[in-house]
Every structure is written in structure tokens, then in C-alpha cells.
């Protein structure tokens, strides 16, 4: 936006891939702070428009989401003394009036898919902000000083004709291709969506699988879990069980419950296959139990916290052992089988 309008007008087609943890930006021009306008979409899937004015925020929400997966054109329209409007396939779907004159800001940077600002996710137990993208996808976005009359945005929508139109398939996790074959666990790179994917700086071969000859269950250990295992049914459906946790904070931090689900790089936690043969696997998985700052609880001087070493015995006939070791510097040992 190159100069302040008295009109605005921002719309654009989208195929949500997933709903985000709280709004975010398909596109936004903000300073962060009381200057600037976003369009995006929240965690319910409910449109948001907002922008400043006179200092305040003016927020702007649809009551229903719009459609997951499927294609939707989303618009935002903001004239002065009368407030925003926002529409979905041409629909006006919610208002909201206000007199004040709104605060752009035609030297901020104007970003598509990805906020500016840092939001706390919704429903969240911790306290970290973090920044909110859209997971999606976006077309055509137009951006305007002049706002079509109602009837030209209906017909413009329908003239192009793909609302509704599936446009994506609901991301599966990633142990729909493996097929049964021999008794034994095997090293794999599991893969997940592209974005995800890129995130990590890993081989080809960060996790592993055993598999067995007559049945179509899979035990699962993945990076995208920590590495807590997994048993896989042969739909797909995954079922796990927790890794140990520590509550009680002692030393230099305190980030609530401390636990390998925590290490989202797996920055502690890894496995390998100790033993594979006709007659058993054995996967060892180690771990720390950290927080979601990576540190570990009950860290003492030496930088040693509480570790686990869990080995996973599994059979050909689908029956697994679990053995549990905790280690911590206080020389307390713990040994747990399940």
C-alpha cells in the first residue's frame, strides 16, 4: 500500500492445508504494534480482518470457518467511517462499524503467509510466543483502494467457479506405504509433508521401523514423535504410550513437566537397532527428560540431568518388552519393565 486510502480492499483464494494455533496472516502490512492491517485466518478456521485505528485494534471475525481443504475466496474490505466487512465466496459473512480513521502503514513490509508478529498459541499451558503461518494454499490475492459492490464480488466468484472445489488431501502420517515383509527392524527416513520435512537436518536414515512377515502392525520409532515409540495398525492409527517425566524441578530451571515429548529437534533423544535377527529386535532408545527450552531437569554442575535408556525387545509374533532405566546425578537408578 503506497499511500494511506480512505478504502481498502484485500481478497484471495485459499485451500487451508491445517487450522493454525491462533491467527495467522494470509497476508499483513503491521509495524507489530499499532500501525497496519492483517487478513489471515485463525485456529477455529474463522476469517479475521483487523487493522489499527487511532492506536486500537479493530478485529473483525466470521462465524464459521471456512471450508478445510477445499477451495474459498476470502475477502476484507475496510472503508472509512464505516468500518470493515468481511466476505467468503462472495457472501457477506460479518461486519464491524467504527468512526475512527484506521492507521496504515504504507512503509511496513507487506508479508504473505506468515505474521509479523509473534502470537501465544491458543489453549497453551507454556508462555512462548511463536510465529503463525499460514499451512495452505493462496491464489490470487489482490490488493485494492477500490471495493466492488456486492453483486459484481458474487459474480466475480462464480465466474471463476472453484469454491468448494477440493484443492489438498489431509496430510497422513507417514507409515501408509510400508508393506509387510521380513521379521527385523531397519533403519528409514520416514517422511512427513515437504515443510515439515525441510525443517530437519537429518540422513536418510533417522528412524526405524520393525515389521513383521504375517501381520500388518508396525512398531514406529520417529523423529516426528521424539522417538516415542509407536504401535501402527494397519490403517494407520497410531498408539503410544508416554516416556517417563519428572514434574519436580530442582536447580536453574523450572519449565513445567520434563519429558522426551519435549525435544522436538531431538536434541537428546535418539534409538538404534541393537539386535536383529530371526528371533528378536532389540531398539534401544535413549533420552533426557528436558523441557521445552531443552533443558534438563535436575541438572547438576557437570551439565548431567536425568536420562533414560529404555530397550525395546520385540518378537515375531508381535509381543514387545519394555525395560526402563533412569539415571540421575544424584546416583538414584530406577529399572522398570513393562
Known sequence: IAVVPKTLFVEAWIAPLEYSFNISAIVNQQNGQDKGFLLGINQNGQIVGYLYAQGKPQVCISDEPVSFLNWSHVAFSYQEG??????????LVKSLSFKEKADLCPDCLLVIGKNQKKEMPTHSYGKEQIAMRFNGLIDELRISDRIP??????????????????????????????????????YTRLRYSEGWEALWEVGDDPDVVVRFPDNPVKYIFWRGTGYIPAIVSENNIWMSEQSAEN???KGRFNEGCYEAMSDKQCRYSHVRIIESTSARCVVHWRYALTGINYNIVNEDENGWGDWMDEYWTIYPDGVAIRKQL?????????????
Open 82 to 91: 464505516r468500518g470493515i466487512e468481511l466476505f467468503i465466496n462472495g457472501l
Open 149 to 186: 459492490d456486492n453483486v459484481g464480488l458474487q459474480q466475480q466468484v462464480s465466474a471463476i467457479g472453484k469454491a468448494g472445489i477440493q484443492a489438498l488431501q489431509s496430510q497422513q502420517m507417514p507409515s501408509a506405504d510400508i508393506q509387510q515383509g521380513p521379521f527385523g527392524a531397519y
Open 247 to 249: 514434574h519436580g524441578a
Open 326 to 338: 533412569l539415571h540421575t546425578p544424584d546416583g538414584i537408578e530406577m529399572t522398570e519393565i513393562k
